[in-house]
Structures are given as structure tokens and as C-alpha cells.
């Protein structure tokens, strides 16, 4: 017989569950990679803040729509998704019984994380260090020997060219999608039309059949074409980043459609391909020569979107920063840039997307720095962020310590021996 979950500690109106408790521990060793090992005292006391500051952002009446949360639920499908390889895999991998049961799961945690960070907002508005704060902290730090280590971090600047299918190869498929579109609409099967023609790889398990939400991870043009039909409609052939693409409407059940979808990727030759490597090869040779410099040859070259008016600059998807730790970046960037020095530019290389994009590229190696104790000068503004928090987390302190004292909180008797740095068992009342 399983044991049934118990409430450990009601905080206000927010309760903590055993099970809250063991994820909450289990997750923060994961993120850690096992280097945080942290007790069940510990970590009860954490959650109680959280539990805290969520109960009075609903007495202030902070404002969380359910745009932002589902924004936050949609990055972690995502992110989750890119892990495991599949939705259907992280569904199964968290013990859930569908994608709806996950999302539900998903919304409340990020709805009261939305909840806590925009109440730590509030309390801390207006708060700010000045530079001889920021002194007086590093000196503090250096005065204990305990001057955070920084991990060796590089800056890095792209050009890249994309290879494009010919004209005449965009309207052969646009040619070949029409056909398949009237002859499924004269009777023949969409499922075996799919197995045959489409370069989607899972068509050859499902026949290209899918479910569609507003909310789902499919790109936009997809899901405005799958809203856009009536059932049994099949749709003109239309672009996205995969390629070109058909749709069939099966059924609608409730917000959801059942389509199915052929794709065919324009083919692009291989001359193409060594076209753009010969031109960014001249661009690279251009660059070393001083003809033009990097960031010029950005703005008249490059076609990444993303980075072609930032002087090409990369970020990292991870901190939404320009800086990268070597120990944290992706594997095939990292095995790119590893030999490259400071001011230094790789040699072209070839790169395709997941959706089937084939380009050349060229990084150039912005600034580097080797992992080292924090210095005050050249590390400031990361000494000047770690001496803000700390006056953000004693003001969260101070606030807490407040507010604790009009707030009812039960604690369960197993937690009895814990020793919390906050008076959350009100024992000097």
C-alpha cells in the first residue's frame, strides 16, 4: 500500500505536501549534477519562503496573467522536449498520463513561480548598490579567502550563409504538393500518399497524421493553416522553416484538430553549397587581409536574422547573455572554438538545422578569459550582481522576518528538531 501524501507545513493559504518536499530536493541535485546535497530541514525552509512570498503576492494583488504562464509552460515543453527527444517521452518520463495532465502540473508551478518573482520584484524596488558597496563587499570576500572562482567565458561573433534551393526546385515541389492535393482529393489515401512522398520521418509510422493545439509546439504557419480548414479540406501547399508542406483536416475535438500533413524539403545541390563556401572563404580572406572588418562584413553578409544587427554577436540561449561558460556550451559550438584565440577567426565550417537548413559559417573569437579568482576591476560588473543579491536576499530577509509574525504557519511535529534561521516555529513569541 502506498503511503499517502501528507501535508508537512500550511504557510497562509499555501500548503507543503511530503512529496513537494522530495521533488523540490531531488530537482535542485539534478540541476547541480549531485555537487548541492541539501537536508529536508533545509529544504522545507526554502519552500516556506516560497510558500511566503506566493501568499502575500495574492494579499497585494500582484497581477500574473495566464499569457506570461503559459508563455513559461510553453519554454519548458520545449526545452523538455529538445531533452528527451519527444513530448510523448517527457510525458512518460515525469509519470504523467497525457500532455494535458503535464501542462495542468506545469501551469501551477509556474504560475506561483510567476507569483514569487514578481512579489521579490516588489519588495525589492528601488533597491541598488552603489560602487563603494560593491568595494566594501569584494574587500569582505577577499578579507575570508572567499573569492568566487569565475569559469573561463568567451564572447563570439558569426557570419553565415544559407544555401537556398533554385527557383525552378521551389516550384517543382510547390508542383509536385498540387498534384498529391488533387489526386487525395479524388479519392486517393492522404496515409499512403504521406509513406510515400513526405520527409517528415515519423510519416512512415503515422502517415503524417498529428494532433494540433493553439498551444502545441508547432511552428505558426502550421497551426494557422490546420485552424484555418474545414474537415476533410486539404490546404494549398504552404512554406515554414521544415520546407513545403500540405495538410489534410480530419477532425476538430473541441480546441484540438486531427490533420495529417505531407512535407517535401526543396532539394539543394551540391554546387550551391560549394558556391557560398568559396564566398565565405573570400569574406574570412577579406577580413585578415583588412579590406573589411568583421563586424562590416556582418552587416553587408551575413543572412542570420538573429545576429546580423548585432555585429553578429551569439547568445547564449541559456542566460539570454553574450558570454559563454566553456564547461556549459553546446558540444559541436564548443568543439568549434576551443583552439581559437582571442581576435582570432575559425575557418569556414558547414552547419544544417534540425529543420534541414544547410549554411556556412565563420565565428569569430570576441574575447576570452581563463578561469579565475574574481578580480574587482575586470570582473566589476559580475562582483556588482553578486553584491546586489546579497542586499536583495537580506531584504528578503528582513521582510520575511515581518511577515512571518502575522502569518499562520503549521508546521508538521517531524520537523521538530529542525533548526530554521527564520522563526518559522514563532518559539520567542
Known sequence: MNKIDGVDVVV?????????????????????????????????????LQKLLSHHAVIDSVLVTETEVNSAVDRNLAYFTQQFGSIEKVVK?????????????????EKENALVAKEQQKINEGIDVTPEEVRIYYNGLKNKNELPEFQAEIELSQIVLYATPTKEEIDRVIKKLSKLKKEIEAGASFKLKAVLNSDDPSAAQNGGQMSVTKDSQFIKEFKEVAFSLDVGQVSEPFKTLFG??????????????????????????????????????KIRKDIIDGKITFEEAVLKYSEDKDTKNSEGMIVNPYTNETRFDLTRMDPSLYARVI?????????????????????????????????????????????????????????ITKWAKNKIEDTYIKISDKYNKCVFQKNWKKENE
Not at 555537487?35 to 529544504?43: G, H, L, Q, V
Not at 518520463?93 to 508551478?109: A, P, Q, V, W
Not at 495529417?260 to 563556401?277: T, W
Not at 575557418?347 to 581563463?370: A, V
Open 12 to 48: 497562509g493559504k499555501n500548503v507543503v505536501l511530503s512529496s513537494d518536499i522530495a521533488k523540490f530536493k531531488l530537482d535542485i541535485e539534478q540541476r547541480s549534477e549531485g555537487k548541492i546535497k541539501i537536508s529536508d530541514c533545509e529544504m522545507l525552509e526554502q519552500l516556506m
Open 93 to 109: 518520463e515525469y509519470g504523467f498520463n497525457d500532455l494535458k495532465d503535464l501542462r495542468t502540473e506545469l501551469f501551477s508551478i
Open 244 to 281: 513545403y508542406h500540405i495538410i489534410q483536416l480530419h477532425e476538430i475535438k473541441g480546441k484540438t484538430r486531427i490533420v495529417s500533413h505531407i512535407l517535401i524539403q526543396p532539394e539543394i545541390l551540391d554546387s550551391k553549397i560549394q558556391e557560398i563556401k568559396e564566398k565565405i572563404e
Open 339 to 395: 583552439n581559437t584565440k582571442k581576435g582570432e577567426i575559425t575557418d569556414p565550417f558547414y552547419d544544417e538545422t534540425q529543420q534541414g537548413e544547410k549554411m556556412y559559417k565563420i565565428i569569430l573569437m570576441k574575447d576570452r578569459t581563463l578561469t579565475h579568482k574574481a578580480d574587482l576591476v575586470n570582473d566589476y560588473v559580475k562582483v556588482q550582481k553578486l553584491a546586489l543579491q546579497k542586499k536583495k536576499e537580506e531584504n
